[in-house]
């Protein structure tokens, strides 16, 4: 079923696809296994499909610029370095609940996605071309933004389309990366060099399988912002999914999920890093975008 919202700003609608939910997603599974059991799948195969029907969930995309949204269940889940082999500043692994659903960049933000908010005077305009180091733009995540010029797009999008967008929490985004797994990649403990970029460089996203959740490159191509600032361990850090902001001078952010410059081991879920300082861009850094699925208060 397609629902097509239209909002009282002008040229801005929102289209909201919603997929199976619930109990119709139980009766699916039920229906997806009798007809696999009927067509004599394996129960490899039979697990696959029922896979790929959980992946398709609510997508909202707010205007024709705007990132394709999925609308993740809230949930409890361990944060931290769950499967052995990770770094210090993963521990100590505590429990996380979030407790509202919300929206999430189903890709990370793209080319067209920044250029489409600089031709519309956002993002530095004109006069703030980030390099696409020769490699395109399009469909390839943006590159060689700081931490500030990705909340400045957050910003832009929010008045844009009335939404409010914001960069993730790192709570947020290790749930997000999981989705409900409890190994180093959704796909298992091992990393996968045809499961994620790790490669030279960039590449357009959604070329490889997504996670659980329907997301795309959680693990590499882009390191991903977050909201938090750094700090060296999860000593003291919230429980409640909220972005970790006290407690640090703020001189780093928090980057997740590695990226295309780096071996496997930095793209596991709870693999963290810091961005360098706020100012800084690099062409291994770009961000995801969230959104609340409440209406803002005016
Ligand atoms: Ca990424």
Redesign the pocket.
């Known amino acids: 079923m397609i629902l097509t919202i239209s909002f009282d700003r002008p040229n801005v609608t929102c289209t909201e696809v919603q997929e199976p939910q619930g109990e119709v997603m139980a009766r699916m599974r039920m229906l997806l296994f009798s007809l696999a059991v009927l067509a004599g799948l394996g129960v490899v195969s039979i697990l696959a499909a029922i896979a790929n029907a959980e992946q398709r969930q609510r997508v909202i995309q707010d205007c024709a610029v705007c990132p394709e949204m999925v609308v993740v269940p809230p949930g409890r889940f361990r944060m931290g370095d769950l499967a052995g082999g990770g770094f210090s500043d993963e521990r100590p692994v505590r429990e996380v609940e979030i407790s509202q659903e919300f929206a999430v960049g189903r890709y990370?933000v793209t080319f067209a996605a920044w250029d489409a908010c600089r031709a519309a005077g956002g993002c530095g305009g004109a006069g703030r071309v980030p390099s696409d180091m020769g490699w395109g733009r399009d469909r390839r995540?943006v590159i060689n933004i700081s931490w500030d010029e990705a909340k400045s797009y957050a910003v832009w999008l929010s008045k844009h389309t009335g939404q409010d967008y914001r960069l993730l929490s790192e709570a947020e985004w290790e749930y997000v990366a999981r989705a409900g797994t409890t190994t180093r990649f959704w796909w298992g403990d091992e990393f996968d060099a045809g499961k994620a970029n790790a490669g030279q460089q960039t590449v357009p996203v959604g070329a490889y399988q997504p996670n659980a959740f329907g997301l795309y490159?959680?693990?590499?191509?882009?390191?991903?912002f977050v909201e938090d600032c750094w700090h060296d361990d999860f000593r003291g850090a919230p429980s409640d999914g909220s972005a970790w902001t006290a407690g640090s001078d703020c001189e780093e952010h928090v980057v997740?999920?590695?990226?295309w410059g780096e071996e496997g081991k930095y793209l596991r879920s709870s693999a963290r890093s810091g961005d360098d300082g706020q100012h800084g861009s690099y062409p291994t850094q770009?961000f995801?975008i969230a959104r609340l699925l409440q209406p803002r208060v005016k």
């Open positions: 990370e995540p490159d959680v693990h590499g191509n882009v390191a991903e997740r999920g590695g990226s770009g995801r």
